[in-house]
């Protein structure tokens, strides 16, 4: 039972990593038809920045807002250079074109910080016991920021003109410029939302899960599974999908093997493809973000 | 503000639709654009609200040369289109569709989009009680209601509606109409293309008649409706004011009578 629980909490502050990645990759998706493979290297990034920001001499909040901001603006630079110019963008496309970008990022970061992988102090170190269960602190910060921050995304989406006009463009576009909205504004604001999650997921996981130049890859993958579970439109589905694919990777790294925990995201993502292609959580095709 | 459309030529990709159309609405005139399907109607809407280029001839707004606009300029320039098929943001309420209606005054004072919204809802008061119902639930004549006070809500000086009455029952028809024909004499510029010849000529002050991609024939809607090519094509006996009646012919009439 113990066993239970440990695997279960540390799967949800896992969980709430892949959940926040997932978020950016439907926020994207929904109003673009992108699916950005460089959703984790915005993570990855994030984490590295984070990392030297703090080495040389920078308080942890600062650092963790430089990450922030020096994403945001990569990831606004990369709609404007390489998604703005395809005059016909599909998919497919879109697939070649961030796999590009994820690539180059990759390069960048190996230039910038070198091979190694390292891990960002922790927000508060150390941690307790409770019903024979160990709680780090910093999993706790994972999930209380990565909770404010996808109610924050949610309550964009719901309530504000800016979030309600991104849902208009995912749901019809051609009225949505004829009410005068910008689809390019729009693809610009869905890019910044997601290098803002992607960032957040990445300062966040890199205490306990350490970060290095590739590990946007598997980052990246788990958050896309996760929104595929959701059905790539939702971001309660990708929350959800996040969660359940945390929980189930620690549950099978606990019971069965540690060496299939990375399997468990591919099974999933075909059984889904297989059996719901539009998403475990996936409602009705029409309700978007 | 009257809309001025001269020489208008346009389509998709290479297929050329639109060859060379003209059309005058002027200001508080409510126009109306009949034609068989694929006569190229919606296409002369969206070539002259920028959703596709122009190759060719201009679009006038008040005097002022819109041609080539992209339609969020448009929209700021005051000519909201209600596009086929309604188009309503499904899973957002109703509210919301009004809200996004007036995206381009969102930065105008709150108390003038208010106003905007009271209009629309007194215009189609079955919206009221839908308010926080998602759009996409609602009955198409109740989605087409809201398609149009959506536009309003840009309070547009210019309203452009594509089929307004399609796959509604003949009440509705009138009802929609009516409506239109209030806006008109509140000083709005319409241009309403139409299948629904009765219900157009019931209401409309000028009616032109396209056939592939042309004005084939055009006039005062009072002088048109009594022309024996138009009864013949698109109004199979009299015309009746309560915009009811048959359903519009679903054959190419418009060869047999003669507008070719
Ligand atoms: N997106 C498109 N791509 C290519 N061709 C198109 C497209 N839309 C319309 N067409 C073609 O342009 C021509 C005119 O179509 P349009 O939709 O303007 O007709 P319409 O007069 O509105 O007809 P309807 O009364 O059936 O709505 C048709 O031959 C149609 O096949
Ligand atoms: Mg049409």
Redo the contacts with the bound molecule.
């Keep these: 039972m113990t066993d239970l629980l440990q695997l279960v909490f540390a799967g949800l502050s896992q969980g709430a990593v892949y959940a926040l990645i997932a978020i950016g990759f439907v926020s994207v998706f929904t109003v673009s038809g992108v699916i950005n493979l460089a959703q984790g290297e915005f993570a990855a990034l994030a984490g590295l920045v984070a990392i030297s920001a703090v080495g040389s001499g920078l308080p942890l909040p600062a650092a963790a807002a430089v990450a922030l901001a020096t994403v945001a603006i990569v990831a606004v630079l990369m709609e404007r250079l390489t998604i703005r110019p395809v005059k016909r963008m599909t998919t497919l496309v879109s697939l070649i074109l961030t796999l590009g970008v994820s690539t180059a990022l990759k390069a960048l970061m190996l230039l910038v910080f070198g091979p190694n992988a390292e891990g960002l102090t922790p927000f508060t170190p150390g941690g307790f016991t409770v019903a024979g269960v160990s709680i780090r602190y910093q999993e706790l910060w994972i999930l209380a920021i990565a909770a404010v921050v996808a109610s924050a995304v949610y309550w964009f989406y719901d309530h504000t003109l800016a979030g309600k006009s991104l849902r208009a463009c995912a749901e019809q576009p051609v009225a949505a410029r004829l009410v005068g909205i910008s689809l390019g504004r729009a693809s610009l604001m869905a890019f910044l939302i997601a290098g803002c999650v992607g960032a957040v997921a990445g300062v966040l996981a890199s205490p306990i899960y350490f970060t290095s130049w590739e590990s946007g890859l598997t980052l990246g993958l788990k958050g896309f599974v996760a929104a595929t579970l959701g059905g790539l439109v939702s971001v309660r589905g990708a929350v959800l999908g996040g969660l359940l694919l945390g929980v189930l990777e620690n549950l099978t790294a606990g019971y069965i093997s540690t060496g299939l925990r990375d399997a468990v995201a591919f099974l999933l993502l075909i059984v889904v493809l297989v059996a719901r292609p539009s998403g475990v959580f996936g409602r009705h095709a029409e309700a978007r973000v | 503000m009257s809309l001025t459309v001269r020489g208008l030529v346009a ?3 290479r ?1 050329s ?1 639109l060859h060379g159309v003209d059309l005058d609405a002027a200001e508080g005139r409510l126009v109306a654009v009949i ?10 809407l ?1 070539a002259l609200s920028g959703l ?1 280029p122009v190759s060719g001839g201009t679009v006038t707004l008040a005097g002022a040369d819109v041609t080539g606009y992209g339609p969020e300029r448009l929209a700021r320039a005051g000519l909201a289109h209600v596009p ?1 098929n309604r188009l309503v943001f499904p899973s957002l309420s109703v509210e919301d569709n009004l809200v996004l209606g007036a995206y381009t005054r969102r930065r105008r004072p709150a108390a003038e989009r208010a106003h905007a919204r009271d209009r629309a809802l007194e215009l189609f008061p079955r919206l009221q009680p839908r308010l926080q119902q998602a759009a996409g639930t609602m009955s198409g004549g109740e989605q087409q209601m809201l398609a149009i006070a959506r536009g309003l809500m840009a309070q547009p000086r210019v309203l452009v509606l ?2 307004p009455s399609v796959g509604l029952a003949p009440r509705l028809v009138g009802e929609i109409f009516a409506a239109l024909g209030r806006l008109r004499d509140d000083g709005l510029t319409l241009v309403a ?1 139409e ?1 629904n010849a009765r219900a157009a000529f019931a209401v409309a002050d000028h009616v032109y008649v ?1 056939d592939r ?1 042309r004005v084939v024939l055009d006039g005062a809607a009072a002088t048109l409706a009594a022309d024996p090519r138009v009864t013949a094509a698109f109004l199979g006996g009299g015309v009746s004011a309560d915009g009811g009646g048959k359903p519009p012919p679903a054959t190419d009439t418009a060869a047999d009578a003669g507008l070719r």
């Design positions: 389509g998709y990709g297929l639709v034609g068989a399907n694929g006569a190229g109607k919606t296409t002369l969206r596709i086929e594509d089929e293309v299948q396209m991609g």
